[in-house]
């Protein structure tokens, strides 16, 4: 029996960094937003043994996140660790600032619990997903929500207004460590308006939320990244209420008032970004 639940990505509507905690961790403040792109992970019990099966590069000699996801699964279930097959099946670009590797190790944890350990609290599944990513948490809650400490001091808000959402991925990625370290000395001019933010979630305004999109990684970009940068332009031209980066980059979101405006700018923008998506927002998984 295969057994299969979706893996929506994320977006972070603002993104700010506090500065760098005891732990070598930094201390974040975030929105953070799942939306309708998603990957689908399936799950097989097998006779013995862990086995991945995805279209990604797999890392050699060391276990995958989902491997130490269904470990620590277990441990703290008190059953012993079964054979298990799990597929992913591709859909959220890999290395986007989208949280895609995260949210599949969430869909594993939802899969797990449900057939092995129903009785499992959600607190609980979210403190066995920090121990394999700060954004597992926060993926396996969704919807909308303030995420603060590494990511996992998840606050509940209000939805996102009904909107539409163009993502799109320049054809290179950006390692997160570089961006952490140039962040650490990059002078900071602009932070999010946090507050501002949850009270606009808080009220429905569309208008004063995407006034209010903001991540401090921008400004660390180094300038070989600028593509980014035009990205958010290209999208204000189409119409975008405003736009922005997605976590570590290099996607750029931009939020749509109307469904055939955000349609059409991601039909512009596919013909020279293979990996552009017209999507919307999901509410809470859990």
């Not at 066995?128 to 969704?142: A, N, Y």
């Not at 570089?178 to 650490?184: E, H, I, M, Q």
């Not at 469904?259 to 999901?282: D, G, H, K, M, S």
Request: glycine share 10%.
């Amino acid at each position: 029996m295969v057994w299969e639940r979706e893996a929506p990505a994320k977006i972070n509507l603002t993104l700010d960094i506090l500065g760098r905690r005891p732990d070598g961790y930094h201390e974040m403040c975030m929105v953070m937003q799942t939306v309708s792109l998603c990957d689908t992970v399936q799950v097989e019990e097998t006779a013995e043994g862990f086995r991945l099966e995805s279209a990604l590069d797999l890392p050699e000699g060391k276990k995958t996140l989902e491997q130490q996801a269904a470990e620590a699964f277990f441990q703290a279930a008190g059953l012993p660790v079964p054979g298990l097959c799990v597929r992913l099946i591709k859909r959220t670009p890999a290395y986007a600032g989208m949280g895609g590797g995260s949210a599949d190790v969430a869909a594993l944890l939802r899969i797990l619990r449900d057939h092995w350990r129903p009785d499992m609290t959600d607190a609980k599944l979210e403190e066995i997903g920090l121990t394999v990513g700060s954004d597992v948490p926060f993926c396996l809650r969704g919807g909308t929500a303030l995420a603060e400490g590494r990511g996992e001091v998840l606050t509940d808000l209000a939805p996102l207004p009904s909107c539409w959402i163009v993502v799109c991925k320049p054809d290179f990625g950006i390692p997160t460590p570089t961006l952490f370290a140039r962040v650490d000395d990059a002078p900071i001019t602009c932070r999010p308006d946090t507050v501002g933010m949850c009270a606009a979630l808080d009220e429905g305004d569309l208008t004063g939320v995407a006034s209010r999109l903001c991540n401090v990684f921008e400004a660390a970009l180094p300038a070989e990244y600028g593509e980014v940068f035009a990205i958010k332009e290209k999208l204000m031209e189409l119409g975008a209420m405003n736009a922005a980066m997605s976590g570590s980059g290099p996607t750029v979101f931009g939020l749509f008032r109307a469904e055939e405006t955000a349609r059409q700018a991601a039909l512009t923008l596919q013909q020279t970004y293979r990996e552009t998506y017209c999507v919307c927002p999901v509410g809470k998984l859990h």
